[in-house]
């Protein structure tokens, strides 16, 4: 079983940038696709970004694409998401979400994909 644990959120204005981080223990890093999602208040949980177990292969939601990037450092069983030019659409509590994958290319999109859960970090953008 895999322990994930979020960092790096905060307060940014508009057009500012931050990097989140989830870091894994627990469980074999490599072997895990991973991805983020994030809720805003009053809104259901939404799929932001993913990565493949190798690192190889990335999918990003349509509202992010071009101005977040996740990446994925098995040495360090960690997972990073770059978020730049942010808007305040962006703000939400964002989660870190691992599953285990069975080919190197594989990622999901679905929460329901997905088995387990950081406990998130809130990201604020002002206007």
């Known amino acids: 079983q895999v322990h994930l644990v979020e960092s790096g959120g905060g307060l940014v204005q508009a057009g500012g940038s931050l990097r989140l981080s989830c870091a894994a223990s627990g469980g074999t890093f490599s072997r895990y696709a991973m991805g983020w999602f994030r809720q805003a208040p009053g809104k259901e949980r939404e799929f932001v970004a993913t990565?493949?177990?190798?690192?190889?292969?990335?999918y990003y939601a349509r509202s992010v694409k071009g101005r977040f990037t996740i990446s994925k450092d098995n040495a360090r069983n960690t997972v990073y998401l770059q978020m730049n030019s942010l808007k305040p659409e962006d703000t939400a509590i964002y989660y870190c979400?691992?599953?285990?994958?069975?080919?190197?290319?594989?990622?999901?999109?679905?929460?329901?994909?997905?088995?387990?859960w950081g406990q998130g970090t809130q990201v604020t953008v002002s206007s």
């Open positions: 990565i493949s177990r190798s690192g190889s292969t990335t």
């Open positions: 979400a691992a599953d285990v994958a069975a080919f190197s290319h594989t990622y999901y999109t679905e929460a329901g994909d997905y088995h387990y």
